[in-house]
Nanobody, 122 residues
Framework: QVQLVESGGGSVQAGGSLRLSCSAS????????MGWFRQAPKNEREIVAA??????YYAESVKGRFTISRDNGKNTVYLEMNSLKPEDTAVYYC?????????????????WGQGTQVTVSS
């Protein structure tokens, strides 16, 4: 059974930091492109960051503040979030892409975690 499980969400004040983790149940995920998405209430799910073997992608709204990384030995992808803002408040989802290369769209991903809530207060 394939599983992607997010953790590390919580409530912080503006300017604070959180580190999200996404653990995969299978070693196969260590060589798949991975992404982080978020969805705020009444908003569409949007790309936050993505990573494959040779490159990374960041949404303009998080550039310079968030960092995506992966530890293939642990089948885990991370999202370091710094200088958090209230507008970062959302449910954050981890996703894996079956095909090669980075995708920035929801439709480009095939496997999803359950989401973890991030709340940033002013």
């Amino acid at each position: 059974q394939v599983q992607l499980v997010e953790s590390g969400g919580g409530s912080v004040q503006a300017g604070g930091s959180l580190r999200l983790s996404c653990s995969a149940s299978l070693r196969t995920f260590s060589y798949l492109p991975m992404g982080w998405f978020r969805q705020a209430p009444k908003n569409e799910r949007e790309i936050v960051a993505a990573i494959d073997w040779i490159s990374t992608y960041y949404a303009e709204s998080v550039k310079g503040r968030f960092t995506i990384s992966r530890d293939n030995g642990k089948n885990t992808v991370y999202l370091e979030m710094n200088s958090l803002k209230p507008e970062d408040t959302a449910v954050y989802y981890c996703a894996a892409r079956r095909s090669g290369g980075i995708s920035t769209t929801r439709e480009g991903y095939n496997y999803w975690g359950q989401g973890t809530q991030v709340t940033v207060s002013s």
